[in-house]
Each structure stands twice: as structure tokens, then as C-alpha cells.
T-cell receptor, first 113, second 113 residues
């Protein structure tokens, strides 16, 4: 069964304290891995797409990387406005005629000033 | 440009009732997907429609149904509501059926009493 697991479930950082969020996946065939950000009471907002091992994407203080078994979201010198829940999702081959995403449970990040 | 719009934003129903949730995709997007997000969990795939045809269905009972209209808007219907149906229902649109970059609405928060 295709599965996505994120760790930690919650993370508290001081402003400026860099860290990484982990997304481990077990899938039959990876079509793509996606990172989303979700603020309380809002829908998820797309951040990155990664397709193959070794690929990296960056946006401001965020950098996403991909290996054959997991992805990391690195947050460099975070600010309070980076506080949110970060969701990892995979799209797999063999899902029939659908492009459905399989989401992890998310990591809730709190950055204190 | 307007983003994905969903209505209603909040609603309260009692067990056994029926509910209809509505979604308008971003202009030009022909794919609409529905996800259920229970508090503290990641979104779970319910349906995908593309060009008015169902492209995929998640592991949900037949009480859940959906459709897409000629203008690409969509409705999600849930019959015989159960307490466990209480969740945030998210609609997402995308250009194509296999695009993993989804644009989510803010969701419809359903509470079943």
C-alpha cells in the first residue's frame, strides 16, 4: 500500500533556528512528490514539486530535497510568519486514470520570535 | 483572477441529513478534485473530475457522490450523514488531470451533530 509518513508531528523553533522536516514514502512508483503549506482555517498552498532523486528546489527560506525513500524540507533562519502546517504528498503511477495525491499527516511548525 | 471558491464555508447538520457542497475552479482549470481533511490529519482523496467525467474515486462509501458541470464547477453530495463525516472538505482545481500542483479553496467546514 502506498504510504506517506511525516516527522516530527510538531516542531517548535526559535526565530533564526534552522531545522528540517522529514517526509518518508513507500510507493509502487513515484510520479512526483509535492510540498504544501497550510495555514489554520485555510486550504493548502502549493510550494514545490520534485520528480527524481537528487532534485532540489528553493524558495526564500525553504529548500526541498528528494531521495529514493524520503524528502526533506529545510528551513533556514525561520521567521514567525513561517509558522504553519507543512504537508507532503505523493502522486504515484498505477493510480488508474487519476492524478490523486496521497498526503502525509503534516508537520505543524511554530516559530517563536 | 479569482481563486477556487467554495460554499458554504461552514455548516452544521444532524445525523441522517444530506449535504451539498459547491466549488468553482480557477478559470481555465478543467480538473476538480475533492479531499476530506479530518482535524490533525492530511487531506484524503475523495473524487476527481476532468472534463465532466469521473477520473477517480477514493476509499469512501457510496453515500458520497459528486458531479462536474459544463462550466467545470462541481458539487459534492453526502447522504445519510454520520458523526464521522465531520471534517473540512477541500476542493482543488488544476489545469490537467495529472497535475500535482493543485490550487485549493478554503474549504467547507462540516459539523455533524
Amino acid at each position: 500500500e502506498d504510504q506517506v509518513t511525516q516527522s516530527p508531528e510538531a516542531l517548535r523553533l526559535q526565530e533564526g533556528e534552522s531545522s528540517s522536516l522529514n517526509c518518508s514514502y513507500t510507493v509502487s512508483g513515484l510520479r512526483g512528490l509535492f510540498w504544501y503549506r497550510q495555514d489554520p482555517g485555510k486550504g493548502p498552498e502549493f510550494l514545490f514539486t520534485l520528480y527524481s532523486a537528487g532534485e532540489e528546489k528553493e524558495k526564500e527560506r525553504l529548500k526541498a530535497t528528494l531521495t529514493k525513500k524520503e524528502s526533506f524540507l529545510h528551513i533556514t533562519a525561520p521567521k514567525p510568519e513561517d509558522s504553519a502546517t507543512y504537508l507532503c504528498a505523493v502522486q504515484v503511477y498505477g493510480s488508474g486514470n487519476t492524478g490523486k495525491l496521497i498526503f502525509g499527516q503534516g508537520t505543524t511548525l511554530q516559530v517563536k520570535p | 483572477d479569482a481563486g477556487v471558491t467554495q460554499s458554504p464555508t461552514h455548516l452544521i447538520k444532524t445525523r441522517g441529513q444530506q449535504v451539498t457542497l459547491r466549488c468553482s475552479p480557477i478559470s481555465g482549470h478543467k480538473s476538480v478534485s475533492w479531499y476530506q481533511q479530518v482535524l490533525g490529519q492530511g487531506p484524503q482523496f475523495i473524487f476527481q473530475y476532468y472534463e465532466k467525467e469521473e477520473r477517480g474515486r477514493g476509499n469512501f462509501p457510496d453515500r458520497f457522490s459528486a458531479r462536474q458541470f459544463p462550466n467545470y464547477s462541481s458539487e459534492l453530495n453526502v447522504n445519510a450523514l454520520l458523526l464521522g463525516d465531520s471534517a473540512l472538505y477541500l476542493c482543488a482545481s488544476s489545469l490537467g488531470p495529472f497535475t500535482g500542483e493543485l490550487f485549493f479553496g478554503e474549504g467547507s467546514r462540516l459539523t455533524v451533530l
